[in-house]
């Protein structure tokens, strides 16, 4: 495993990593089709953050303990989205508590959030709603600017909602506390022909700099057959050099102008 | 974990199940984003068998031949997606194999597929395009009438491009080959209201049917917040008689019409 990076590594390496935890059976089910995974995973990458690992679970209680610790021992970072709601199949902030071992109640804080917008809105205080003010005892608070219920950081845990906008706002509202790492650059080369004839040469370009990842990703134009390839490394100036001498081999053999 | 279910006991209780792993850094770097988890999920369910955990990794042997083999044994197909073209980047064959611990090479039924489209092209026969013809030793090909290259199912793994339209005929393809388990059933209850004021009758109703998982789930349509409930069960008469006696509770509080 070449990815087991832990906060402590990380100070030396100046690399920052990241797994996202997507919780709901509506997910593994398909009647809803995920929209979080790829949003986080740039805004990751925008920020200097690799995500190295993404799982969905069931809304089970075992399940999503175990992918917690799991995975916040493996990365700097883990983004779960999902279950905070007010409604009985909302079980993350608890099960985030237990991986913790931590203790969980209504939270003040959390309170003096939602309370205005309730009371401006007439909206009854259920036991349900007070539910989503619940929060595991040390965790900090995510601001949620659109619904006020919040979600929050404890450790190394984000914990966020599962609705697409809601979820977005919650991740720009953490994103100034989070480390950031040594940004991934990249450069890509989209080229007119299928990957199968330039997989040999990519290959060997490739050994050439083992510090730039080369990946070639195939897409269909029409019924064409057509290749991105991207080039990425956290060395801009290895990067340039790798792309150049690639965008030579390329010229050379009239496989792009 | 209640999600254990191999196939032994599969076979008592009726219930099939399946894993997900999405291969490729592109995914993880929020470059490419996904479209087959949801996809398969919303086939599995159609043919009775429930996806229970998705992964997403990264192009690396170490982490993709450790999820197959942790998927494998937990659940009773595994899918995978990616990572099975002509480049240095396509791994995922060979960590199938490995996972295995069965040899790889060219294969010869993989090649009398391929060679026809091929030749008929005129496209030139490089060793990148005979890698797309290595398949694991005992190996079953998956049909890919695109573009030829085929997938295929090592034991209760089935390994599919990543490309969207050319999954998804290889999961048509693999499909009849697929042990069916129990349908879930489902109904669905849009509500015009947010669902913190349902939430407490929603949980009383559920812990009344506990083999019919009740999802509740948040949307907003403009600016209101609405919900979406849904009763979800392999007993269908039970199913129904759940969804009868909400909807009942729901119109005597006057929350649908």
Do not use: W
């Amino acid at each position: 495993m070449n990815d087991t990076a832990n906060q402590s590594t990380d100070a030396a390496t100046g690399i920052v990593t990241a797994a996202i935890i997507v919780i709901g059976d509506e997910i593994l089910s398909g009647r809803t089709k995920d929209k979080n995974i790829g949003y986080i995973a740039e805004h990751c990458t925008n920020i200097g953050i690799q995500v190295k690992e993404v799982r969905v679970v069931p809304d089970d209680e075992d399940i999503i303990v175990g992918a917690v610790n799991e995975l916040r021992a493996r990365f700097t970072y883990v983004f779960t989205t999902g279950g905070i709601g007010p409604t009985h199949d909302d079980i993350t902030a608890d099960c985030i508590a237990k991986a913790f071992g931590v203790s969980i109640d209504v939270d003040q804080r959390a309170l003096d959030l939602m309370m205005p917008a309730y009371k401006a809105r007439g909206v009854e205080i259920t036991p349900a709603r007070l539910r989503m003010a619940r929060i595991p005892d040390g965790a900090d608070l995510v601001e949620n600017s659109i619904s006020t219920a919040p979600g929050f950081m404890l450790d190394n845990v984000i914990t966020m909602a599962g609705i697409p906008n809601i979820m977005q706002v919650m991740l720009d509202a953490v994103t100034p506390r989070l480390r950031k790492g040594r940004m991934m650059h990249s450069q890509s080369i989209d080229l007119d022909h299928p990957e199968g004839g330039i997989a040999d040469m990519l290959k060997e370009h490739q050994a050439l700099y083992p510090d730039v990842a080369m990946g070639s990703y195939p897409t269909m134009r029409g019924n064409r057959p057509c290749t991105q390839l991207v080039l990425r490394s956290i060395d801009a100036s290895e990067l340039q050099e790798a792309y150049d001498g690639l965008m030579n081999k390329l010229q050379n053999q009239s496989l792009i102008a």
